[in-house]
């Protein structure tokens, strides 16, 4: 059974996930912005392939979500944790790409909000799954 994360490293988490929910509230404003543009097409697979990096990018924080709440050592906990954050914030960045590139501030604003869910769902590092609670 792993050890509960240091205060310390909840502190710095915590404010990692302050930082992404800020890095998100401005890519939502960014992509609201956009809103009165009319969307175009990306040229070739650029598209295709765009939509893959989102894809994946939700993958990888669906991953390291499921790796931080198993039972693993505090610091690679942590280092999941951060990577959640991480992985959110670059959905948002990725939305304001779409929007700004495209236009099309529907699938703009949708990466951004998959970031807030990532973002605002978080990762139980107290051990309460463990401990028969969820």
Known sequence: MSAPL???TQQSLANA??????VLAACGLAVLAT???TPTRFAGTLDSLLTTGVILLALGAIAARQIAASRIEA?????CVLAVYGFAA???IA????ALETGDALRGIGSVLGGFIFALAG???DGARRR???
């Open 6 to 8: 240091p205060h310390a």
């Open 17 to 22: 996930r302050r930082a992404a929910l800020v």
């Open 35 to 37: 809103t009165s543009r």
């Open 75 to 79: 610091r690679i906990r942590a280092r």
């Open 90 to 92: 670059a959905l948002g």
């Open 95 to 98: 939305g304001v790409f779409f």
């Open 123 to 125: 990762v139980r590092t």
């Open 132 to 134: 028969g609670v969820l």
